[in-house]
């Protein structure tokens, strides 16, 4: 499955941008889906992630809780993510990745997925 990530862009502390994962190639509706984020100079680290099919698992990162959201539309065979009061430290380049095994496990861990999108640069101004 090809992934690409959009919806990136430049916004001052406190607006919101909504970025989509949108996939080719096959139905994203079977894989579990993890945005993930890498600032200059820092490792990737987890965002977000949701379960296949109805997504009806959802995990966040403690540091997006209760300001971004995930979901995911299969009939348009995309994955957003929501991003609401946005933070400077919130800058990064988002990805989003498809897991490769039908399990939820190692959700958290982007080892654990077999593709990724190009990334989409968020930039958050103070």
């Known amino acids: 499955v090809q992934l690409q990530a959009s919806g990136g862009g430049l916004v001052q502390a406190g607006g919101s941008l909504r970025l989509s994962c949108q996939a080719s190639?096959?139905?994203?509706?079977?894989?579990?889906i993890g945005w993930f984020r890498q600032a200059p100079g820092k490792e990737r680290e987890f965002v977000a992630a949701?379960?296949?099919?109805?997504?009806?698992?959802?995990d966040y990162a403690e540091f997006v809780k209760g300001r971004f959201t995930i979901s995911r539309d299969n009939a348009k065979n995309t994955v957003y993510l929501q991003m609401n009061s946005l933070k400077p430290e919130d800058t990064a380049v988002y990805y989003c990745?498809?897991?490769?095994?039908?399990?939820?496990?190692?959700?958290?861990?982007?080892?654990?997925?077999?593709?990724w999108g190009q990334g989409t640069q968020v930039t958050v101004s103070s």
């Open positions: 190639g096959r139905t994203l509706s079977s894989y579990h």
């Open positions: 990745a498809a897991k490769g095994s039908p399990s939820y496990n190692g959700i958290y861990y982007s080892s654990y997925y077999a593709y």
């Open positions: 949701i379960s296949r099919w109805s997504g009806g698992t959802i």
